[in-house]
């Protein structure tokens, strides 16, 4: 167990809809990072927060977009789902240390 | 650009057998390396983190490698059991800081038979 959460586990949209995962930070930690991992493959960076602000992005459009609250949870959200939106989607933190602590992942499947 | 490569992308080996995960990056300049464990369908655990300036990192049975210079990290895992079955990726930051962009190799498929 890292401390860190996520929800839902599993959901299930359809195209154009839009979503919203939620992660809940080990304690302490200040900065969470939003990852995509499609079946097969290794996870793709999609963005990280620092003290509610965004402060480094990977190669996803705007559609993709997140939140960070005073508590240091966190929110990925998606509009317009597009079929290759499913993933399993992965919340990291750390406190400034080197390692980055995975919460459990939420599974997006759009129809 | 840095990448991360993974060989191979999946291996089966019998209980007990030393093995062998290979990761390469084609960016030496590297803050670090951390190689982590995940079960299907669930999240990665961190096995080991190498700082750059080290050579290897030990935790139980599992010994982890880096030679910057080659573009290199080895996963050692020693006297395999059916509970190592399981995926393991290879990533480095994205750039020569400690960013919280994590590039990530595709990951090796274990399987250990009993």
């Known amino acids: 167990e890292t401390g860190v959460t996520q929800s839902p586990t599993h959901l299930i949209k359809t195209r154009g809809q839009q979503v919203t995962l939620r992660c809940s930070s080990q304690?302490?930690?200040?900065?969470v990072s939003w990852y995509q991992q499609a079946l097969g493959q290794g996870p793709q960076f999609i963005f990280q927060?620092?003290?509610?602000?965004?402060?480094g992005r990977g190669n996803f459009p705007p559609r993709f977009s997140g939140l960070q609250f005073p508590n240091y949870s966190s929110e990925l959200n998606v509009n317009a789902l597009e079929l290759d939106d499913s993933a399993l989607y992965l919340c990291a933190s750390r406190a400034g240390t080197d390692t980055q602590y995975f919460g459990p992942g939420t599974r997006l499947t759009v129809l | 650009k840095q990448e991360v490569t993974q060989i191979p992308a999946a291996l089966s080996v019998p209980e007990g057998e030393n093995l062998v995960l290979n990761c390469s990056f084609t960016?030496?300049?590297?803050?670090?390396l951390q190689w982590f464990r995940q079960d299907p369908g669930k999240g990665l655990t961190s096995l080991l983190l190498i700082q750059s300036s080290q050579r290897e990192q030990t935790s139980g049975r599992l010994n982890a490698s880096l030679d910057k210079s080659s573009g290199r990290s080895t996963l050692y895992i020693a006297a395999s059991q059916p509970g190592d079955s399981a995926t393991y990726l290879c990533?480095?930051?994205?750039?020569?800081?400690?960013?919280?962009?994590?590039?990530f190799g595709q990951g090796t498929t274990l399987q250990v038979k009993p």
């Open positions: 927060y620092y003290r509610e602000e965004e402060n």
């Open positions: 304690s302490g930690h200040n900065t």
């Open positions: 960016d030496s300049a590297i803050y670090n």
């Open positions: 990533a480095v930051p994205g750039g020569s800081s400690n960013t919280g962009k994590l590039i």
